[in-house]
Structure formats: C-alpha cells, structure tokens
C-alpha cells in the first residue's frame, strides 16, 4: 500500500529552523515529483515547494526565497524541507504530496498525499 508520512514538524520560536520529512513506502520515489503544501488555520490548502523527478526545485511564493530547500535522497525514498527564518505566519499543518514527473503548483494530479504535520511557530 502507497503511503506517505511526513515528520520534523512541532513548536519552533520564530527565527528558528526545521527539517520536515517525507517517506514513501509501497512504491519507489524516484519517478515522481514531491511536493510540499501546507494549510495556515482558516485558509485553504497552498503549494510550498517542490522538487521534479529530476531534481529541479521550485518555489511557489516570493516570501519563501532564502528561507526554505527542498530536497530528496530516491534511495532513501525520502523527500525534505527544510525551513529556517520561521515566522508566526508559517504556522500550518504540512503536507507532502507526489505527483508524476513534473512539478505543479495545483493540487489535482498529486496522486498521494501524506497526512500532514503541524508546525506552530511561537514569540
């Protein structure tokens, strides 16, 4: 059975850093772009990060730029974001998600998704 569970998230003081985890198991990582969305409370679901089969990395928004690196290791089966500079707005529950090949930024065409992590962000 195709899983996915993301780790590393918890109470962090703004201005810190996590590494968010994501391992897959019943299938293999490497032909499948993985993406990471979060949901601040109150909003809908957004695209972070994500890394293409390949290893091309995009971000989705500006605010991200200099704060996070998205990464993957196929023989681990494992994908990672890492996000330093936290800010009270990154508050979220995050997910990681996979997706044929290429990256979108859209939630359709993500074929499994894991169940989230919670990250809060504290003064």
């Known amino acids: 059975q195709a899983r996915l569970v993301e780790s590393g998230g918890g109470l962090v003081q703004a201005g810190g850093s996590l590494r968010l985890s994501c391992a897959a198991s019943?299938?293999?990582?490497?032909?499948?772009?993985v993406g990471w969305f979060r949901q601040v409370p109150g909003k809908g679901r957004e695209a972070v990060s994500c890394?293409?089969?390949?290893?091309?990395?995009?971000n989705y928004e500006d605010s991200w730029r200099g704060r996070i690196d998205i990464s993957r290791d196929n023989d681990r089966n494992t994908a990672w974001l890492q996000v330093d500079k936290l800010e009270l707005g990154d508050t979220a529950v995050y997910y990681c998600?996979?997706?044929?090949?290429?990256?979108?930024?859209?939630?359709?065409?993500?074929?499994?998704w894991g169940q989230g992590v919670q990250v809060t962000v504290s003064t």
């Open positions: 890394i293409s089969s390949s290893g091309l990395k995009t």
């Open positions: 998600a996979v997706r044929p090949a290429m990256c979108k930024s859209i939630e359709p065409g993500y074929v499994y």
């Open positions: 019943g299938f293999t990582l490497g032909p499948y772009a």
